[in-house]
Structures are given as C-alpha cells and as structure tokens.
C-alpha cells in the first residue's frame, strides 16, 4: 500500500483509510470489526478515523486496534452536543470532555488528528472550539488539529491558523470541493483526508442500502442517475457492481491533492476489493476527464448548484 505525507504534520498516510461511521451506525459486532481491522492491517492499512458520534465505533476500533497504537494514525472529531455531556454543543469544555473520553474509548494518550465534526461557519469565526483543541494539541493529547466539512466553510478552515488537515467528500458524484476546497489546501499546505471516497455505492437501488445509508445516499444516487455514466461507458467491461467500486475509488485517489480515501466498510470482502483496487494503477486520465465532465455537465442541466455533501 502506498503511502504519502499528510500535509506538512509528521504523518505518514496510506493512500486508502478506514471510516469507522458504518461499524459505529451499523453495530457491527466487535469479531467482525475485529476480523476488518486485522485485514486492513494486513493490507497496509494505517488511517482509522472515527467520530465522538458515530456511536459505538471508537469503543469498536479501540479495542480491534489493542496492541497496534505505534502502527497507526487515529482520527477522530469532536464538537456535537450529546446527552452524555452538560455542555453546549462546539464549546471549549464539550470538546475537552469528548476528546478526553475518545482517548479512553481508544485506549491511547493521544490523537493524531482531531476535527471539529462539520460545523458551521459562525462557530470557526467564534474561534472558541478550534482554541479548544489547540489547548489540547499544546498539553499532548492532541497532535494535529482540523476540521471536517465542505464548501466555503472547509475552503476558509484551511486557511486557519493551527488547521492542519481538512477532511472533505470527494468522490464520482460530489466534485464541487474539488475546485473550491482543494486549491485552499494547497495554499495552505494542508492535509486532505477525501471522506464519503465511494459515493457511498450509490451506484446501488436505494432499498439495497442499509440502515442511515439508505437516507444518505439518496442525494448521491440521484446525482449519478442524471450524470448517466456506465463502466461500460468508461471501457469496463465487467458487471457494473464489480466495476464502479474500482473506478468510483481510483477517481478519488486520482484527485491531486487528495492525500488518502477513506472507505467506510463493515465488511472484509469490500475492504479486500478496495485495498485491491488502491493498489492498482491509478485510473486513466481520460476515464478521470469524463467522470468530471458527467459531474459539469449533469449539473448545469439541474440548474442547481450541487454542493458538497457533508
Ligand atoms: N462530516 C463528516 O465528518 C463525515 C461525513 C461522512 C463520512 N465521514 C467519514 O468518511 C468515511 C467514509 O464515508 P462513508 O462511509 O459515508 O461513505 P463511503 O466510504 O463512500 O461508502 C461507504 C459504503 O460503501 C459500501 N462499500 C464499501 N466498500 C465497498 C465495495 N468495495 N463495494 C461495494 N460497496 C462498498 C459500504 O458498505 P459495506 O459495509 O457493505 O461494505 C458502505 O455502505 C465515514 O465512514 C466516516 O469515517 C465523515
């Protein structure tokens, strides 16, 4: 498995990652998750990101993950308010009760990375939560802050001083941040974690989707019908469900400026195909041009700008 420099911190990333919302959301038994993060492992798998929200997945990947804290880079996030905490949502104390408490759930002192978990504009200017985590970045227990989310608001993030990774989509059906959120990054010389990296296999009938995906990915199936682009359109000849998850994740980790994909699975059959198909050689540029093109042209002809999605 290839690996990159995420940003300019001190980590050293594989090009595809793990996202833990599916194991959490889905309550995938821990010998599954187990089992998953072995494979991963295995298959040189080294960035596991998780959130404070996406319920039992840090308790999930800490306990999968015992014994392998050097081997690994952990990310997680932080800011939603929840039941557990008296505080208000974004503010200093919610996110050093909730970091403290992800430490314990992932069985570490420290973090690589924290985000705060996608809010909105008003909270970055307030610059309260990115002070909290900078205080926790200062006593250790944090090594590199961020933020995850989209659009403008991830565009002006990366422009923050102590930012630095942005975790954002980008995949086959949600191109916008790439020419609204990537550029900023460069500028700032800022890690790009790409989340949602295979459209959440929206290529798939909805009613085929499990749990909170099928509401998820609706917006993503709905953008891919009208973008109307087949593997067989792009020169893959085998059944569409094999193909698109290769083209879907080779079209993110295609993207410059993209330092690593992180695939949400809750099974060790799709983690092979994607530790696979990361492997492989990069899609063709002109299989990469089309698929950008599709996302143009589909769009204008919504009349609707399509956002990112976060
Ligand atoms: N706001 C935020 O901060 C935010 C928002 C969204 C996501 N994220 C992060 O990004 C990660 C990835 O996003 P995501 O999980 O929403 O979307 P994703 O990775 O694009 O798609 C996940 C879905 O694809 C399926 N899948 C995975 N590999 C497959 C394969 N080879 N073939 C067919 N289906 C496959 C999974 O089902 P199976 O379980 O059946 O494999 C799951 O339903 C999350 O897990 C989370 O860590 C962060």
């Known amino acids: 498995m290839q690996r990159t420099p995420l940003g300019q911190t001190d980590l050293t990333v594989s090009r595809l990652g793990f996202g833990a919302a599916p194991i959490g959301f889905l309550e995938t038994p821990p010998t599954q998750v187990g089992k998953l993060v072995d494979l991963l492992l295995e298959g040189g798998v080294n960035l596991f990101d998780t959130a404070a929200m996406y319920r039992g997945a840090e308790q999930l990947l800490g306990d999968a993950l015992k014994g392998h804290r050097d081997d690994v880079v952990l990310v997680s996030k932080a800011g939603h308010a929840e039941k557990a905490f008296s505080y208000d949502a974004w ?15 992932l069985h570490t002192d420290h973090l690589d990375v924290v985000l705060l978990h996608s809010c909105e504009r008003d909270v970055l200017d307030r610059g309260e939560a990115l002070g909290a985590l900078l205080e926790l970045r200062a006593e250790g227990k944090v090594r590199h802050a961020g933020y995850s989310g989209d659009n403008e608001t991830a565009a002006h993030a990366a422009g923050l001083d102590g930012v630095e990774v942005i975790e954002m989509s980008v995949n086959i059906a949600d191109q916008r941040n790439i020419d609204v ?23 798939n009938p909805l ?43 080779k079209f993110t980790l295609a993207v410059k400026g993209v330092d690593t994909a992180i695939v949400g699975t809750t099974s060790t059959v799709n983690a092979r195909v994607n530790i696979d198909a990361a492997a492989k050689h990069p899609l063709r540029d002109q299989v990469v041009q089309t698929l950008r093109q599709a996302f143009r042209d589909a769009e204008q002809k919504s009349g609707t700008v399509w956002l990112g999605q976060t």
């Open 91 to 105: 503010s200093p104390e919610l996110i050093r009760a909730s970091v403290e408490r992800s430490l314990e759930r």
């Open 181 to 203: 959120v990537l550029p900023a990054c460069a500028e700032h010389s800022v890690g790009v974690i790409a989340k949602r990296p295979i459209a959440n296999a929206a290529w």
């Open 207 to 249: 009613n085929k989707q499990r749990g909170m995906y099928q509401q998820y990915a609706k917006t993503y199936h709905e953008r891919l019908k009208e973008m109307d682009v087949t593997p067989h359109d792009l020169g893959y000849h085998g059944h569409p469900e094999v193909e698109w998850p290769e083209i879907a994740l």
